[in-house]
């Protein structure tokens, strides 16, 4: 073999290898936001399974609240309803309105506050809230950096190739509703 055809064949390995690597880096990327809105789901799961037994609680004593609870049973069934990440980020935003609103009502009745049941479960929703928020970190992290990666030179000549990875939504939250959400719903007792 001469010389040239070596440098050929050596250029040639570097190439596959890079292109190897790149595309192994995209699947990886691809696969930890797929797990992180996996957990955003569990979550948001969480604290809708948490939630009919928090409006069974709260009915028990407020027998004339009905426009709140309302609120909260729609809101929970929108966001059992929600396929999308933005269609998730605004069910998720009207039910924390719908459960601050309840929350507020639960202000008028001081033996539901201290009700062990009660208290249980909005502790549990404070939990879910805050497993929410960093689960939402989470998965925002992860969509920036695969997009940045598919956006990058060779990442996106590749991503052309292949054309498998595609740029993930944000699960952002209105500039209004971003210091609501972003603490669990205020319950006082």
């Known amino acids: 073999m001469t010389i040239p ?8 390995l570097l190439l596959i290898v890079a292109v190897w690597g790149t595309y192994n880096s995209l699947v990886k990327l691809d696969e930890r936001v797929n ?18 037994n928090l409006v069974e609680v709260v009915k028990g004593y407020t027998k004339h609240e009905s426009e709140a609870i309302k609120a909260v049973s729609d809101a929970r069934a929108k966001m059992m309803g929600a396929r999308s990440v933005e269609s998730s980020a605004e069910a998720d935003k009207s039910l924390t309105g719908a459960l601050s609103r309840l929350m ?15 208290q249980q479960l ?16 989470f998965y925002n992290a ?43 719903p205020e319950v006082k007792f």
């Open 122 to 137: 909005t502790s549990e929703i404070s939990d879910t809230e805050d497993k929410i928020q960093a689960a939402r970190r």
């Open 5 to 12: 055809i070596i440098i050929i064949l050596i250029i040639v």
């Open 104 to 118: 507020a009502v639960t202000e008028s009745y001081p033996e539901l506050k201290a009700d062990q049941n009660f």
């Open 35 to 52: 797990e992180a809105w996996s957990d955003i789901t569990v979550q948001l799961k969480r604290r809708s399974d948490l939630i009919p």
């Open 142 to 184: 992860g969509a920036k950096e695969l997009n940045t990666k598919i956006k990058m030179f060779p990442s996106n000549v590749i991503n052309n190739l292949v054309g498998h990875f595609k740029k993930r939504e944000y699960y952002d939250v209105a500039a209004d509703e971003q210091e609501k959400i972003q603490k669990a």
